[in-house]
């Protein structure tokens, strides 16, 4: 499975992004997925989690919305209100096969290269 990640950029606190993720395939093995980031000095974490259902982590719940079309083999991260902490690589992953998303990064077998998003305060 290959991930393309767009849409990052550099944005004012307060602002919105929209970033995307073209996967490959829409099939099973892009089931759950997941967006993740991580700062300079810091582990990759996981803010937005997709299999069934949707999960957030507790930093951006309410400002962060992840979805998918399946139609376009597109997963998709909508960003408002930004923060400057916010400021990381983000990277879209899929388990590859699972019908369950997970909070480890360990667990998702397939990466894409990473879009850069800045918040400046």
């Known amino acids: 499975v290959q991930l393309v990640e767009s849409g990052g950029g550099s944005v004012q606190a307060g602002g919105s992004l929209r970033l995307s993720c073209v996967a490959s395939e829409s099939t099973y093995r892009t089931y759950s997925m997941g967006w993740f980031r991580q700062a300079p000095g810091k582990e990759r974490e996981a803010v937005a989690l997709?299999?069934?259902?949707?999960k957030y982590a507790d930093s951006v719940k309410g400002r962060f919305t992840i979805s998918k079309d399946n139609a376009k083999n597109t997963l998709y991260l909508q960003m408002n209100s930004l923060k400057p902490e916010d400021t990381a690589m983000y990277y879209c992953?899929?388990?590859?096969?699972?019908?369950?998303?997970?909070?480890?990064?360990?667990?998702?077998?397939?990466w894409g290269q990473g879009t850069q998003v800045t918040v400046s305060s």
């Open positions: 992953a899929t388990r590859g096969g699972s019908a369950y998303c997970a909070w480890s990064a360990s667990l998702y077998n397939y």
């Open positions: 997709i299999d069934s259902r949707t």
